[in-house]
């Protein structure tokens, strides 16, 4: 990963205050899923009897097994919690660019990707453009087993067989946050709110907020010498960055490292 | 039975034969409409698609088959578009027919299978409500439904010349009319197909984190663009050129002047050599600019089952073979050697149409990732198989009720 | 009519054309398309208003707090961790984060049931009404207290850290019956290491605000050391670098590289159960460079001493230097001498250094020796002087429960003793496996009636065919849980009970934690079944018992109970409660900031905690010597004495497991993840969704195993094998990782259930099927060690 990649500072998306993205410390993370579980919760994120098959399953916030490649006793492992990145490439998202009906985009205000359920046609064609395998077609009827759907969070629409998901940055928080804000005589733009994964995290590992202000503890972290991006040189500029000081866990973070 | 609707003068096997081929061609499509409604009614994840594989069977045979389609249009191209600079064109009017029912076949069979890919299809016509202008998709929605209009526009007067339909005065007015008027809309489907055969290489070409498939551009559009485009036009009329000598070998008839084989072994033997040589400046420039930029050696993109030998067989055995037997007199002169390389063209082009969606889809990108495979099934292989089963039907009417080949008569003496 | 093909055909293109130009069929695709975005089968969750509501989560045991949201007040629909609470401070755990899962759950039991049929045949439930059912078991109890044979109820409670254990003690106590148990736990053992060394049999805590070297011999606080959220929060903020501190030294020491070993600054890996030689070998070279806390000296048995009879014995400094040598201790442990030195010098160095201890993540005790080699360790570095790092843990000022006059009769006898089992610990000891042998071999007593209470044996203990025997001979089982469990399903009688969130509960201290902790876990909504705390149906069935347990139980209900105990801490004017800036353990003595017993449980029961400033050790020990004793002085007062004096000191006891090594050439060995559950609750359906392709595939589970050891056998990734120990066998998948030791096989914990649903059900092996149990011989707890076994292709 070159500086210059690492370095963006999400500036060159119009005048807005806001580039939410968030930092993962994997130093810190012990991959208890505890953010998974929260992600999904909130999220009304279906499940099936049979989750195993991870190339089908539908998950917003994924984990990966990283591994240093190494025999006992110098073999050492991390587990690496992927949202969605945001991606915050020039002009569009390697998602949003291809979509051909304009159901994922990216809002310009906030740099966050958004999905619209009803207007997905479930072509695939930005499951097959993102490279981080961040979003998830929903292969089957979400169903939940009877009296669970009572546990379903209104806040977030429950998304039909055939179409696209993925995490959102927990945008109906930011919604909520807006609201908020503005029935208190605040500037919407630019309000201070928390994702559910941020919030389950026991370890604090996991630190949201807005990448363009240079005071909040994101940017400060995005800036930290242990900060990278997943394959910066791909030039997604990803708007979730992570954290490590581990040599090992730093090369796998891009090809040709 | 059926004489009354086959044109005079030529010979068609007896009906029953006939019919028999029809119950087995309909079985074939029966069985890929069962799929399909299954697809339709419980979802795709009857498929072997999934989070990874988001393209899979569907979409390369649609690729390919829109591909091998392309006969019609630069069929079309050459006949009405510049034989009137090149006589030695004219000779195409004697394939020009079945060149449009073939692409007429390969177009709204695409798109029928395209209603399976979707996971909703019932919105499908979103894309034209709702249309993303940078995305490549919109462009080859918007294109193929065009041009299946066009295709549709241009079978119809072909329809018309069956000898029950033309007694009708007013249809055959209409028929003539719209023969008179072919040109321009041969034209707008060139123009039309033009767009979408490189729209359809963009698709891959614009995914610019996915490295397998990412290609820099040339003005607004990626290589890939133009090589889909040149591709196409180097297989299509190929493809045509295949399906008649295989009726000819059904028929025991000779269809056209061995000169029309001649002709497009000609201009596909050119174009494919062009397109090769293209083909292997945009892998080099790939494998050792492109590629490595984004972090990855050409090693990284082929592993079993998807490995290296792909390559070789899309460039060397399905490119430079063909184009060299096409391109020397001898080769040109054997049947054997000529319509092998037809066929290697043609299956060369369906190999890259493959590899870039299914293939590409197979290279992890973030490097912890894993490599995947893909494995169709049936109700993927079944829709595909039924979609080739009612281009078969098609044409297989087409040939035994309407005058296809206006050389049939003469070629065919004895009857 | 007769109508011309030229008409028909204008009709038809009229007809076409009319069509495509009336509004009809853009207005059909258009609703057929919206039809799409409003599927009846989706479920549409119920608009309305979001809110919190504070409480506390202890599903674990633990005392996290949460925030429940709600819509209008009624759907529980989210958890998320609240910053109020000193323990978790906002995060918790995945199990946490699942509570509504287990609120909505389909396999909640919504009301009591009745078995008609076999055992264990869940179609033979039948429901029956709550005055049926307590009735029927109240009257089974007076009839049994009457013909004298109070000794024949049995209770096992998996709720240990609430009243409510407290409580079942006191109806034993006076109902007259010794048969109460709970699920094993970790601290069990240290309870009885503390009990030997210190006299006092509560478990040892750490201080871990304040330390700058942690050495940790297989406590996996990242993958399962209870309580996993706030021991991740803790041990992750040592790894924090800190502006102007050197980041704490952590070492893991542990045979398998465990996420908690991956974590660390440094790991060293040793031979499996080995633990305790090392941490011996680094007290022997402390003692040999003169590295030991000056007051050492005096403690018991630290050098030669003189037992109860006068014989004079080897004192521990003299077995330190003459058995765990760094040569020796390296041979035992795979360590080489030279890490071993620069281990201790490393400890001894560091002002504030502490060691501490695990199971390796089984949560089940330890062998009582290697418990004591940890407890010495850090007695000889100095670690129990009054500023800690280690402390015992001491209980909050609860009210004492009403004194039991009549209760257990001098010659009552537990059922493993009656059974002939004996343990110089026995007295204070967890001895369920014991019990359960007694149980199952029919020695001793029979059992009438047995109790399970929110505990899932068949499932959680090991050696699950010794449990189920067990079960077998008991007359009655009354189950209490709120899920169709595998022990449910083994139930007479089921008794559902409300879940965490419906329900009042309290938490009596956090293992680990030194502070006395107290909170309460207050209901954040109304019960959705005809369910019941197990609290009220205990207070309920006690009244009907007889006059005599009638008069010990003076309590409305379960919330009664609390109240009265909780009033304890308020009349003792101690401790204070926590906000979001306190800071367990290192806090200046904490002012009493409450009034009264209302206002004190009004704020537990918004999910903040009461907390004490640890008590200093000094002022704990009971020990006759007034000190801390190395020698384990119970044996001096045994019938059952050891024959050689290293015996009577620390050691590291080197474990044989059972059965021929030739036929069994490997070992198995169970870990456990903090992604996965295995005790009372099970992994949520959300947390089975992000398990591990390579820890389930399928509905099959996987042993772990190195690739050398993999190569051997000729296996390959996911290759299907028999997994075979002298308990049983199952069908598995090989997950090949140099994350274990050659020739160990792994296989985690929290999968292979045989109850609940679809979900959850027949997915993965349950490891407690194959693992064999050993009984401690000292402490009577199981020890759940690493047993042969064998791979077999299949
Ligand atoms: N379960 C349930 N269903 C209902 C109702 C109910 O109470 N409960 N109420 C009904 C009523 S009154 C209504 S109005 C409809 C509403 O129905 P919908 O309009 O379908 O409402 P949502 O599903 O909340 O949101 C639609 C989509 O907009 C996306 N979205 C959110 N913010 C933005 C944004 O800023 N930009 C873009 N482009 N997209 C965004 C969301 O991700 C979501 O996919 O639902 C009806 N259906
Ligand atoms: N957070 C969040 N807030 C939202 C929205 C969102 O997406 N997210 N969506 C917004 C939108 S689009 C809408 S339309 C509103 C909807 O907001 P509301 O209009 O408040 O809709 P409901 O929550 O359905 O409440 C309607 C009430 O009418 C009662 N009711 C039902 N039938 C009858 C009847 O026949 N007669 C009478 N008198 N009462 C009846 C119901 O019991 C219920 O109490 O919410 C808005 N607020
Ligand atoms: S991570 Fe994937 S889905 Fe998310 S914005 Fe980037 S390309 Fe799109
Ligand atoms: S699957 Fe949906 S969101 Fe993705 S590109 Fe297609 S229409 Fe757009
Ligand atoms: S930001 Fe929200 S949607 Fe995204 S992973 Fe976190 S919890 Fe899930
Ligand atoms: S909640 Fe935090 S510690 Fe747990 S897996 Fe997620 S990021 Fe890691
Ligand atoms: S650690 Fe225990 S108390 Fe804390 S959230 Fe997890 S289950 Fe609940
Ligand atoms: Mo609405």
């Known amino acids: ?201 026991p370890t604090g590992a996991i630190v949201f907020g807005n990448l363009r202000d240079p005071e909040s503890e994101v940017s400060k972290l995005a800036k930290s010498p242990r900060a990278f991006q997943i394959s910066a040189k791909l030039k997604t500029y990803p708007k979730v960055y992570y954290l490590s000081k581990e040599p090992w866990i730093r090369k796998l973070s891009d090809k040709g490292l | 039975m059926d004489k009354a609707l086959i044109p005079d003068g030529v010979k068609r096997c007896p009906f029953p034969v006939f019919l028999l081929w029809l119950l087995f061609l309909t079985g074939l499509i029966a069985w890929g409409v069962w799929a399909g409604l299954n697809v339709l009614l419980k979802g795709l994840n009857l498929t072997g698609l999934n989070n990874y594989f988001g393209f899979g069977l569907y979409i390369t045979v649609d690729l390919g088959i829109i591909a091998l389609g392309a006969g019609a249009f630069f069929s079309g191209f050459l006949f009405y578009g510049i034989s009137r600079f090149f006589p030695a064109l004219k000779e195409i009017k004697k394939i020009i027919n079945l060149a449009v029912v073939v692409g007429f076949v390969c177009y709204t069979g695409a798109l029928l299978v395209l209603v399976l890919e979707i996971g909703q299809p019932l919105r499908g016509w979103f894309g034209y409500w709702h249309p993303n202008v940078h995305s490549m998709l919109t462009e080859v929605i918007f294109c193929i439904t065009c041009y299946a209009i066009v295709l549709t526009i241009e079978y119809v007067p072909i329809i018309l010349e069956n000898k029950k339909f033309d007694a009708i005065k007013p249809l055959h007015v209409f028929g003539h009319s719209l023969h008179e008027i072919m040109a321009l809309f041969a034209l707008t489907g060139t123009f039309l197909s033009f767009f979408h055969q490189g729209s359809l290489g963009g698709v891959a070409g614009v995914l610019f984190a996915r490295p397998f498939c990412y290609r820099t551009g040339f003005f607004i559009w990626p290589w890939t663009f133009f090589l889909f485009v040149i591709s196409a036009i180097a297989s299509g009329p190929a493809f045509t050129a295949l399906i008649c000598r295989t009726m000819e070998k059904f028929s025991r008839k000779q269809l056209v002047d061995r000169s029309v084989y001649d002709l497009i072994a000609k201009i596909e033997g050119t174009i494919l050599a062009i397109y090769i040589v293209l083909k292997i400046a945009d892998t080099l420039y790939w494998a050792l600019v492109t590629a490595p930029n984004m972090g990855f050696k050409l090693t990284d993109f082929y592993k079993e089952p998807y490995g290296m030998w792909l390559l070789f067989l899309e460039i060397v055995v399905c490119g430079i073979i063909p184009a060299a037997v096409l391109l020397s007199p001898k080769g040109r002169a054997s049947n054997t050697l000529l319509f092998s390389a037809f066929f290697l063209d043609c299956a060369g082009i369906v190999i890259n149409r493959f590899v870039m969606t299914v293939q590409a889809l197979a290279v992890p990108v973030m490097p912890f990732d894993k490599w995947e495979v893909y494995v169709p099934t049936i109700y993927e292989w079944a829709p595909s198989i039924a979609m080739l089963a009612y281009g078969a039907l098609i044409i297989s009417l087409s040939y035994r009720y309407l005058p296809l080949f206006p050389r049939e008569r003469e070629l065919n003496p004895a009857n | 009519m007769k109508v011309g093909r030229r008409a028909f055909i204008g009709f038809v293109a009229g007809a076409v054309g009319g069509t495509l130009l009336s509004p009809l069929p853009w207005k059909l695709t258009d609703d057929i398309a919206i039809w799409t975005q409003n599927w009846s089968w989706r479920p549409s969750p119920k608009r309305g208003h979001r809110a919190g509501k504070q409480t506390l989560c202890n599903l674990c045991g633990g005392a996290c707090g949460i925030e429940v949201d709600f819509i209008n007040e009624k759907r529980a629909i989210y958890v998320r961790g609240s910053s109020v609470n000193p323990l978790n401070k906002g995060g918790l755990c995945s199990l946490g984060a699942s509570a509504v899962q287990f609120l909505y759950a389909p396999y909640r039991i919504s009301q009591p049931l009745k078995q008609t049929k076999k055992r264990g045949d869940i179609s033979g439930f039948k429901p029956i009404s709550w005055q049926e059912a307590l009735s029927e078991i109240s009257k089974r109890l007076s009839q049994l207290k009457q013909e004298g044979n109070g000794k024949s109820v049995a209770c096992i409670s998996g709720q240990r850290n609430s009243s409510i254990f407290a409580l079942w003690e006191h109806f034993f106590k006076a109902y007259g019956s010794k048969n109460i148990f709970a699920l094993p736990e970790e601290t069990d053992g240290w309870k009885l290491a503390s009990m030997s060394t210190f006299g006092v049999p509560e478990p040892c805590s750490f201080d871990l605000s304040r330390v700058d070297c942690v050495l940790n011999f297989g406590a996996e606080w990242a993958d399962n050391w209870r309580n996993s959220a706030p021991m991740a929060r803790i041990l992750a903020s040592l790894m924090k670098e800190k502006p102007g501190k050197p980041v704490v030294e952590v070492v893991h020491i542990s045979s398998r590289l465990s996420m908690s070993a991956t974590k660390a600054k440094e790991w060293i890996p040793v031979k499996p159960g080995t633990e305790a030689a090392l941490a011996l070998g680094i007290a022997s070279i402390m003692v040999k460079e003169n590295k030991v806390s000056p007051d050492v000296v005096s403690f018991k048995g630290f050098k030669k001493w003189e037992d109860a009879s006068g014989k004079t014995r080897t004192g521990f400094k003299e077995l330190l230097l003459k058995e765990y040598s760094p040569d020796k201790v390296s041979k035992i442990t795979g360590v080489e001498q030279r890490k071993i030195l620069e281990l201790a010098r490393l400890f001894a160095n560091t002002p504030r250094a502490v060691a501490i201890w695990g199971s390796g993540g089984k949560d089940c005790p330890n062998n009582f020796y290697s418990d004591l080699a940890f407890v010495a360790l850090n007695l000889i ?65 029979p059992i009438k009636v047995l109790f399970i209470q929110e505990a899932n044996p068949l499932y959680v203990l090991s050696e699950t065919q010794l449990v189920r025997d067990a079960l077998e001979k008991v007359e009655t089982i009354i189950v209490m849980s709120s899920f169709m469990d595998e022990s449910a399903i083994f139930a007479d009688i089921i008794l559902p009970s409300t879940t965490m969130l419906e329900r009042w509960d309290d938490v009596c201290n956090i293992s680990k934690v030194p502070n006395p902790i107290y909170a309460i876990s207050a209901p954040v909504m109304e019960p959705i079944f005809d369910v019941k705390h197990p609290g009220d149906i205990l207070i309920q069935i006690a009244k009907k018992v007889d006059e005599q347990v009638k008069g010990v139980f003076p309590w409305k209900n379960y919330v009664d109970f609390l109240k009265y105990r909780a009033k304890g801490i308020v009349e003792s004017k101690r401790g204070a409660i926590a906000d979001e800036n306190v800071e367990l353990c290192s806090q200046a003595p904490a002012k009493p900031n409450y009034s009264n017993l209302k206002e004190f449980l009004k704020k537990l029961s918004k999910g903040y905690v009461w907390y004490d400033s640890p008590e200093p050790t000094s002022s704990r020990i009971k020990t006759m010597s007034g000190k801390p004793e190395f020698a384990i002085s119970a044996f001096e007062r045994s019938p059952k004495k050891p024959e050689k004096d290293e015996f009577f000191l620390p050691a590291y006891i080197e474990i044989k497991p059972a059965g021929s090594e030739k036929e069994y050439p490997l070992m198995l060995s169970a870990y456990s993840c903090s992604y996965l559950a295995s005790s009372y609750v099970p992994n949520s359906y959300l947390m089975m969704k992000d398990l591990w392709d390579f820890q389930l595939k399928g509905n099959k589970g996987f042993v772990e195993i190195n690739p050398v050891t993999a190569r051997k056998l000729g296996l390959k990734e996911s290759s299907s094998v028999v997994l075979k120990t002298m308990k049983a066998q199952a069908k598995v998948l090989v997950h090949i990782t140099p994350s274990v030791p050659e020739g160990i096989i792994y296989v985690p914990k929290g999968l292979g259930h045989k109850a609940y649903d679809e979900y959850i059900k027949d997915k993965g092996i349950n490891i407690g099927d194959l693992i064999e149990v050993q009984v401690d011989p000292v402490t009577g707890l199981g020890i759940e060690g690493p047993v042969r076994a064998q791979l077999i292709r299949s």
Request: contains cysteine; aromatic residues 12%; hydrophobic residues 30%.
């Open chain 1, 1 to 201: 990963m070159s500086e210059k990649h690492s370095s963006n500072t999400h500036e060159e998306h119009g005048k807005s205050k806001v580039r939410y993205g968030m930092v993962i410390d994997l130093d810190k993370c012990t991959g208890c899923m505890a953010c998974a579980v929260a992600c999904h919760q909130e999220n009304n994120v279906s499940f099936r009897p049979d989750e195993t098959d991870k190339t089908r399953n539908i998950a917003w916030m994924r984990m990966y097994f990283l591994e240093n490649g190494k025999e006992y006793p110098e073999y050492r492992f991390s587990y690496l919690p992927r949202p969605c990145f945001h991606c915050d490439s020039p002009h569009h998202t390697p998602c949003t660019f291809v979509c051909p009906v304009n159901a994922t985009q990216r809002d310009e205000r906030t740099g966050i990707v958004n999905m619209i359920y009803p207007r997905c046609i479930g072509c695939r064609y930005c499951m097959v453009a993102c490279p981080y395998h961040a979003r998830s077609f929903n292969w089957w009827d979400p169903t939940w087993p009877k009296p669970l759907e009572e546990m379903l969070n209104p806040e977030v629409s429950t998304r039909m067989r055939g179409v696209i998901e993925k995490c959102t940055f927990c945008h109906h928080r930011l919604n909520k946050a807006r609201d908020k804000a503005r029935l208190e005589g605040k500037d919407p733009d630019g309000v201070e709110y928390t994702p559910a994964c941020v919030e389950a995290c």
């Open chain 3, 381 to 445: 570095k100095g670690n129990f002087s009054d500023n800690g790092p280690c402390f015992l843990q001491s209980d909050p000022p609860l009210t004492p429960l009403p004194e039991v006059k009549e209760g257990w009769s001098d010659d009552l006898r537990r059922l493993d003793e009656e059974a002939g089992w004996f343990f110089p610990f026995g007295l204070y000891s967890n001895a369920i496996y014991p019990f359960l042998d007694a149980l199952s071999s029919g020695k001793g007593y």
